[in-house]
């Protein structure tokens, strides 16, 4: 049973325009969400995250969204830009301090920007 | 600069043949993890370690084995009894720190892709 499901495996958008990558998840005991980009034959590197105690988290042109009793969250990225082009991979992690890092991931969203 | 060291970039591995994939990271942390990914498919956490000489398996660790002898070092073995070994694998870290949104911020490495000959 997958956890943490992101259902779209792509997403085209024009440059300029508004991109809005979604994940949705199952487990109640996850409480802090992480988006992470990824382009290929690297690693990820980390975007932007957010605590379950919020519902919004903004850093820039990257913004996250939690809908709490949807157990849905979404990334939004205004505007889009050509560099934005990657794999976008959300993230979940439940409670304690100890658990720190374990992070499940979905399998992630392959956003193209089109010029 | 600070970061962390995966090589091999790409590796070989022959039928009933062990081999080790290194992770090396300078940044100071405590926690080092190993995840694998398949092609269209997220991360899966094979091991992490949270401190020196202490590691625990993770969801899928069966095949693999870790050492955690040094902070900076953390080598994953994948051995012979790993019998779908292809896939690209990503070692991670994080810094203890009691603050959650540190804590929880992965550094990956750049990856290494095993495949099998």
């Known amino acids: 049973d997958q956890q943490v499901k992101q259902n779209s495996p792509s997403l085209s958008v024009q440059e300029g325009r508004i991109s809005i990558l979604n994940c949705d998840y199952t487990?109640?005991?996850?409480?802090?969400f992480l988006w992470y980009k990824k382009y290929p034959a690297e690693g990820p590197t980390f975007l932007i995250s957010i605590s379950s105690i919020k519902d919004k988290n903004e850093d820039g042109r990257f913004t996250v969204f939690l809908n709490k009793s949807a157990k849905h969250l979404s990334l939004h990225i205004v505007p889009s830009q050509p560099g934005d082009s990657a794999v976008y991979f959300c993230a979940a992690s439940a409670g304690l301090y100890t658990n720190a890092g374990k992070s499940t991931f979905g399998d992630g969203t392959t956003l193209t920007v089109k010029p | 600069d600070g970061g962390i060291t995966q090589s091999p970039k790409y590796l070989f591995r022959k039928e009933g043949q062990n081999v080790t994939l290194s992770c090396e990271q300078n940044?100071?942390?405590?926690?080092m993890y190993w995840y694998r990914q398949d092609p269209g498919q997220g991360l899966r956490l094979i091991y992490y370690?949270?401190?020196?000489?202490?590691?625990q398996k993770g969801d899928i660790a069966e095949g693999y084995s870790v050492s955690r002898e040094k902070k900076e070092s953390f080598p994953l073995t994948v051995t012979s009894a790993q019998k779908n070994p292809t896939a690209f694998y990503l070692c991670?870290?994080?810094?203890?720190?009691?603050?959650?949104?540190?804590?929880?911020?992965?550094?990956f490495g750049s990856g290494t892709q095993l495949s099998v000959l």
């Open positions: 991670a870290s994080s810094p203890r720190d009691r603050a959650r949104a540190t804590n929880e911020k992965l550094f």
């Open positions: 487990n109640s005991m996850f409480d802090y």
């Open positions: 940044l100071n942390h405590d926690a």
């Open positions: 370690s949270q401190i020196v000489n202490d590691f």
